[in-house]
């Protein structure tokens, strides 16, 4: 739901989509491999009227979401199991920043004086490739939210000797509305074809369709961010996604820093073991003495 309502933001206030628009655009996905329960029923919010006034509902609904504790319980799993899901906690946390309606809007009205608006450009943008691209980054995030989420279920699963099967609960999950049967299909036969798959992302037929995105995905969230526009699921989803197929990280540095200050150690990556440095010591022998002029 995150996700798609940062669509939905993008193309209404990157893209000026009117809700006609928008509700065409939707009704598209949901033909498209974003067909799902909530594409169509998003489809079908941006159709109905204000049966109280005039224009559409959806306007004027307050944005104060409300929660029921579910993605609080998934976020805290993820922390306790070491998972990384920052997908499902930048939904959480973008749940909290809606429900501060009024600091919002304190803020909105301090920075506006301050000379930053609601919307940092009013410049248009081809709608045609912005419903595209938004299209291809909603598809992109959504497999990663599913990958964190597989993750998750397979980590719980070792913790307690459930030993469960990620391919037979896509095909039970079949049975629910909210998921179409052709995307847990999908799923199903990524593990049905390597059943230890240590991540949807790397499933031949997912890491294909990611690469295939991936410039739109982009593109979407650069255009977000120059706008002003938060997208924190598609940004944590597109860090996520480049943070894990990268073979190096700066987490050497990490290391290094922690080592420094707590001797916590560090590991190689020529020599086996743990080691420590005596940093401060070392950096201060190879100083060079500061000459001061008068």
Not at 38 to 46: G, P, V
């Amino acid at each position: 739901m995150q996700l798609i309502s940062e669509a939905y933001d993008v193309l209404k206030s990157v893209g000026g989509l009117t809700n006609e628009e928008l509700h065409e655009a939707f009704s598209e996905w949901n033909r498209s491999e974003l067909e799902s329960f909530l594409i169509e029923i998003t489809a079908d919010i941006f159709s109905v009227m204000d049966d109280k006034g005039e224009g559409y509902l959806v306007d004027k609904i307050l944005d104060k979401t409300g929660m029921k504790g579910t993605g609080k319980w998934t976020v805290q799993q993820a922390a306790e199991l070491s998972v990384a899901a920052p997908t499902i906690a930048a939904s959480l946390d973008s749940r909290f920043l809606s429900g501060l309606k009024e600091e919002r809007l304190a803020a909105a009205s301090i920075f506006r004086e301050a000379g930053v608006g609601d919307i940092l450009k009013n410049e248009s943008v081809n709608k045609k490739q912005l419903i595209d691209d938004v299209r291809k980054a909603l598809y992109a995030s959504k497999i990663c939210s599913y990958a964190q989420g597989m993750n998750l279920l397979r980590a719980k699963s070792i913790e307690k000797g459930w030993n469960l099967n990620l391919g037979e609960l896509a095909r039970i999950w079949k049975g629910g509305c909210i998921i179409r049967a052709v995307f847990l299909d999908r799923i199903k036969k990524a593990y049905d074809r390597n059943p230890q798959l240590a991540s949807l992302l790397v499933d031949p037929e997912f890491a294909r369709e990611m690469v295939e995105r991936q410039a739109a995905w982009r593109r979407v969230v650069s255009l977000a961010i120059n706008f002003g526009v938060s997208t924190p699921g598609m940004s944590a989803s597109l860090a996520y996604f480049d943070t894990y197929r990268r073979a190096r990280l700066p987490a050497n540095l990490v290391q290094a820093q922690r080592d420094y200050f707590g001797a916590h150690t560090y590991e190689r990556i020529d020599v086996g073991g743990a080691y420590h440095t005596e940093w401060h010591k070392i950096a201060n022998q190879t100083k060079a003495p500061v000459k001061v002029l008068i």
